[in-house]
């Protein structure tokens, strides 16, 4: 039977089935590069590779373009209107202006808070006293009115009012005539037998220890040393040891710093007279 035979004859390959085996993927096309083409600028000549020519015509083209430019502005800037007032109007305007500063003058002013009178109240008594103050000050032409006598300068001979009053003999030594004063304690009308010899003041006691300064010798007087101040004391005290010790050493050494003087840190050597 022919249905027999179609039906035992082995079948084809189906189209739909794939083949076994392993897959491999197409791989994509490769991709292409632009490639950019630098434009190379135009070099233009620098000014120093110009010539004096070509220099001149560019000085007058950025000139020139310049000024055109500025023109072209102020063409396009419009001028600002400008306002014409007629003089009654004006007149008006002006007046309207001053009468209104009259009435705000003419308004009362706020009345001033606490603070504002203290201080008003404050300076206003500060002016009386400086006023007052300055009344009993004689000014040019009132030296009359000084509470404060004259100036009494003292000199080897005396005041200068009594040298401008007492004459002195032509024969008498002015220079023997101070040291008597000074020895005697005289004045110069006592000496010249021209004042009465009332009371003769005791002469002052010279201290030995003051008068005359002796190396290695106590500065002042030895019961008196305890009176001396803690700086003057420890001042003595070691002017003492120093003597004790350095039998030839006229100079005692000070250390300055910057602050004393502004010179720097420096040490200043002081003789021991001096200190006397």
Known sequence: ???????????GPSRNKRPAGPQRSVPPPPLKKQVVVMKIPKMT??????????????????????????????????????????????????QAMQDKKRAASKKPAPPLSDYEHTIT???KEDKRKQKAAGKDVAQLGQQ?????????????????????????????DLDELAKWMNVTGLSLEQLLGREELTTVKEAEVVDEWRRKYVYGRSLCDPAKVKNLG????????????????HQSEQYLGVQVRDRHYFHGDDIIWVQFSEVH
Do not use: W
């Open 144 to 172: 009359a009115q000084q509470s404060v006598p004259p100036l009494v300068v003292e000199n080897q001979y005396g005041s200068n009012i009594n040298l401008m009053q007492i004459s002195v003999p032509d024969d008498v």
């Open 45 to 94: 000549k620098l000014s120093y590779e110009k010539t004096d020519e070509e220099l001149n015509a560019l000085v007058k083209a950025e000139v020139k373009a310049f000024f055109e430019k500025t023109k072209a502005d102020a063409q396009l800037k419009q001028e600002k209107p400008y306002l014409m007032y007629p003089r009654v109007k004006l007149r008006q305007v002006v």
């Open 121 to 123: 109240k404050k300076i």
């Open 230 to 245: 803690t700086q003057m004391y420890k001042l003595h005290e070691y002017y003492l040891r120093f003597c004790a010790q």
């Open 1 to 11: 039977m022919p249905t027999t035979a179609a039906s035992s004859a082995p079948a």
